[in-house]
């Protein structure tokens, strides 16, 4: 493959590096819907919200990552993600994820509307679609 015809791919989270390499495609959720990007795609910046982002790296393998919302910068074939959570949907277990979804579903329908709240039922969300979306992958 020539240069121009792969992304280079830097998926980052507070507390660690998630995942990076090269890549065919990446498919995120920003603020005005889904994205995706190719090799010599416009320079571009967006807002993320909690979801499961998919990279098609360049070998072929499917690569699913939750994501708790974030940032995605875009230029000259390099894609940068920033969020604050981000898990590869092989380190997540599905009934892990349906618990805590339950958990924060019960505490937002009890009326706690906190920040921490909501953002726990943001990453639980994204787990569990991630999760979900990588065995359908397999």
Not at 51 to 73: C, M, P, Q, W, Y
Not at 87 to 116: P, T
Request: net charge negative; aromatic share 4%.
């Amino acid at each position: 493959m020539a240069e121009g015809d792969v992304l280079f791919v830097d998926v980052v989270a507070a507390d660690r590096r998630v995942w990076e390499g090269e890549a065919l495609s990446v498919i995120l959720r920003t603020v005005e819907g889904d994205i995706g990007i190719l090799p010599n795609h416009e320079p571009f910046l967006a807002v993320l919200v909690p979801s499961a982002a998919e990279v098609l790296t360049a070998e072929g393998k499917r690569e699913v990552i939750a994501l708790d919302g974030g940032f995605i910068t875009v230029a000259e074939n390099r894609v940068s993600v920033l969020s604050q959570y981000g898990r590869l949907a092989h380190e997540i277990s599905i009934d892990e994820a349906e618990r805590e979804l339950m958990i924060a579903e019960k505490k937002l329908n009890e009326g706690d509307n906190s920040e921490q709240t909501r953002q726990h039922h943001d990453r639980a969300t994204a787990q569990l679609v991630a999760a979900k979306r990588a065995q359908q992958v397999r």
